[in-house]
């Protein structure tokens, strides 16, 4: 077995044992195998048969192309401009979820000095927050106004008429997080 084929076993079985919540010995005890194997195979220093390699498979529910491939990356890293943003007057609109949710949308939103923005009514049962981070945001529902400053939170019913402002004459910054109702 190459060096790259062994560490990668080593890598994935681990990796694998522990996205499932598994220790050693239940793996062990799910692929029919002694808790010295598994520990051994961990360690990158085994050269396991065949049918070892589908019994460690079978104990983690996954082919056996997935034990020797080389590793998967436990994250995505997302730059900054990869992700969608907007303008909307003088407010500056970025998604922070680089996947589309059905229930849930985060968005930053920077306004300039003296900024407005219409918000739009979402559908019923819609839940908004509104946070600050910098600066000052006013919003408006119905008439009423609410200034916050920054670690403010401010929570209201999105399928409501709203208006966003920045009171200052410097750039303020918040954080939309938007829980779409059924």
Same mark, same amino acid.
């Given at each position: 077995m190459t060096q790259s084929i062994a560490f990668n076993?080593?890598?994935?079985?681990?990796?694998?044992? +522990?996205?499932? &919540? !598994?220790?050693? =010995? /239940?793996?062990?005890?799910? $692929?029919? %195998? *002694?808790r010295p194997t598994i520990a051994s195979l961990e360690s990158g220093s085994a050269n396991p048969t065949i049918s070892?390699?589908?019994?460690?498979? $079978? $104990?983690?529910?996954? *082919?056996? +192309? +997935?034990?020797? &491939?080389? #590793?998967?990356?436990?994250?995505?890293?997302y730059p900054v401009q990869s992700l969608v943003s907007r303008k909307r007057g003088?407010? %500056?609109i970025r998604k922070l979820l680089p996947d589309v949710?059905? #229930? %849930?949308? !985060?968005?930053?939103m920077e306004f300039d000095a003296r900024a407005r923005m219409m918000g739009s009514p979402h559908r019923p049962g819609t839940r908004e927050y509104l946070t600050c981070e910098s600066g000052a945001i006013e919003i408006t529902? &119905? =008439?009423n106004t609410w200034r916050l400053g920054p670690g403010d939170v401010f929570v209201f019913r999105g399928d /409501?008429?709203? #208006?966003?402002?920045? *009171?200052? &004459?410097k750039t303020s910054v918040g954080y939309s997080v938007i829980l779409f109702g059924s």
């Open positions: 076993l080593a890598t994935n079985i681990k990796q694998l044992r +522990e996205a499932r &919540s !598994m220790t050693q =010995e /239940q793996l062990a005890q799910a $692929g029919g %195998l *002694p070892i390699l589908v019994k460690v498979a $079978g $104990g983690l529910q996954v *082919p056996v +192309e +997935e034990l020797i &491939s080389p #590793s998967r990356a436990v994250g995505k890293h003088q407010v %500056l949710l059905q #229930s %849930l949308e !985060m968005e930053r529902i &119905s =008439e /409501q008429k709203h #208006s966003y402002r920045n *009171p200052t &004459s």
